[in-house]
């Protein structure tokens, strides 16, 4: 079919060379040739109709051919894999029973394990919540009674807080912390309680005992002074007044202080120190700028529990130091002391060496006289000094060396 219409369009192209060739000369060619062209248009086209038609008969009989083998193809494989997949959800099926049958064994094991524990445990939980609701009630009696302790402590505390609005016991309290403090960061040697001041007769309630002075410390407790801040503290105004209060009463104490107990002439530093037993008190003091100014220029600085404590440690590292010192100086004074006394025996030595040598001296010129007096004998006598064979009279010993100066 193909080679058909190649065929037809060979011979309508030879067949318009033709025309060509025959009416080139003549004027009537355009129109010839349109003419053939519209005719083999009319040829061309009632071909490819004919040959369009049977190329579609064609395309659909071999269609509906190759439908059909491939229709009949799928069947047989849907067939083949149908009877597959029967065989194997079968097998599957099986597969699957087994292993539920023995996954349901298991889990019933399993399950009646776990009730047995879960059992167990419920008995064993009971006792321990019975054993724990019996300690929690003994607890509760435990924290019954201390709350009854602490009614206790709160009445002593309140009878103790009656007992301080007494000024003697007041300031016992405050010179027994001062003292519990001195006897833990010093020796009992290097601090005196209740110590007059030399030249005056006022006591004061403890003193440092450094290595040429003495530091006094006086102990106070303005509780009138103190228990207006905390009482008023919602009070802008009464605080403020509270605090005046207390300004006065240190710097007036402080004063009292610089005028007792600083006196250098006596003895004492040129400084000392006031204990206040209370932190809180102590911060109210220091927070107020002009106060501890004031009573600094007064060479009065006032000191807490704490602040003691570390000056203390560090007083006693001081006298530790000190006396470190002091033995050292001593050490070096005995030194001395030995070196004189062996410069004195280095001095006598060389007087005794001295008196060796005169003596050698002195015997050898003897012995040389000897000598002389010997042989003056032996020509009296007659008698040559070989047959006497008098004895050697021994050597006279060496003085030893004296030392040397640079020895000592």
Known sequence: MHYELIGLLILMVLQFLWLRSQFKARGDFSESFQKSLMELSERLTERMTRINIEMRDVVAERLSKHFAETQERTDRTL?????EMQSGL??????LETKFQSLELQVGTRLETIGKNVETKLNENL???????EKVQEHLQAAELKLASLNTVGQSISELNNLLKLPHLRGGFGE??????????LPSGAYELQYQIAGSTERVDAVVKLSRQILPIDSKFPREQVLPLFENSQDPAAL??????????????AKSIATKYIRPDCGTTDMALLFLPSETLYFEVIRNGELFEAISKLK???????TLSISLHAIAIAQEYYEMARGVEKTIEDVKKARRHFEHFEKKFDEIGKG????????????THLGHYETSVFRLVGETQDAMEPTALPAPPTPPAPPASGDA
């Open 79 to 83: 067939a083949q894999n149908r009877q």
């Open 90 to 95: 079968f097998k599957t099926t099986q597969a």
């Open 127 to 133: 006792k321990e919540g019975f054993k724990h609701f």
């Open 176 to 185: 027994a912390t001062l003292e519990r403090l001195l006897a833990d960061f």
């Open 240 to 253: 403020e007044q509270a605090r005046r209060l207390l300004s006065d009463f240190v710097k007036t104490q």
């Open 300 to 306: 009065v600085f006032p000191v807490s529990p704490n």
């Open 356 to 367: 060796l040598r005169k003596a050698q001296e002195a015997f050898e010129t003897a012995h």
